[in-house]
T-cell receptor, first 116, second 113 residues
């Protein structure tokens, strides 16, 4: 089984400041890793994903994340945030077994609030 | 391509009633998963359907059930509603079962009074 820990439930930052949202996972098998964003009263939108290859993954809206296998982390970063980035961010993990029925397991979420 | 659609977007029910939620996946996607999102428990997996068969199930009571039709559309049913069933129910689709990336719909917000 997999589990995900998002270390910060809330992260307030000022506009144009850099931000890092932290995510750690545990799993007995190789995993795929994802970050989703949820804006108020909306569903989840895929920001980026790590499946294999380069450990630095670039996503939409200027976000990027780095997979660190030794530290079992997948932290999300953006060098300069905008007011419009205010949303809840979810880290998720899925067992990397082709054809498996393993479900997507989510962290509890991090609420990013960007202040002017 | 149109995204995942869910209907209705909002529902108000009373305890003891039952409810049916609908999900239409992205065209060509054949796997549909359902999740419940609450402030206390976060996002929890309900079940996954592929080729009209339930292939994976989370830890929810039997009051929660679902089905998938031949066109891959899926419905989720909750019988004998309880106050704790108030939540945002999210549907996600992927091309095939087990595929790594799921795409989510906007959700149905259910309020049980």
């Amino acid at each position: 089984a997999q589990s995900v820990t998002q270390l910060d439930s809330q992260v307030p930052v000022f506009e144009e400041a850099p931000v890092e949202l932290r995510c750690n996972y545990s799993s007995s098998v190789s995993v795929y890793l994802f970050w989703y964003v949820q804006y108020p009263n909306q569903g989840l939108q895929l920001l980026l994903k790590y499946l294999s290859g380069s450990t630095l993954v670039k996503g939409i809206n200027g976000f990027e994340a780095e997979f660190n296998k030794s530290q079992t982390s997948f932290h999300l970063r953006k060098p300069s945030v905008h007011i419009s980035d205010t949303a809840e961010y979810f880290c998720a993990v899925k067992a990397a077994l082709r054809g498996s029925n393993y479900k997507l397991t989510f962290g509890k979420g991090t609420l990013l609030t960007v202040n002017p | 391509k149109a995204g995942v659609t869910q209907t209705p977007r909002y529902l108000i029910k009373t305890r003891g009633q039952q409810v049916t939620l609908s999900c239409s996946p992205i065209s060509g996607h054949r796997s549909v998963s359902w999740y419940q999102q609450t402030p206390g428990q976060g996002l929890q997996f309900l079940f996954e359907y592929f080729s009209e068969t339930q292939r994976n199930k989370g830890n929810f009571p039997g009051r929660f059930s679902g089905r998938q039709f031949s066109n891959s559309r899926s419905e989720m049913n909750v019988s004998t509603l309880e106050l704790g069933d108030s939540a945002l129910y999210l549907c996600a689709s992927s091309l095939i079962i087990g595929q790594e990336t799921q795409y989510f719909g906007p959700g149905t917000r259910l309020l049980v009074l």
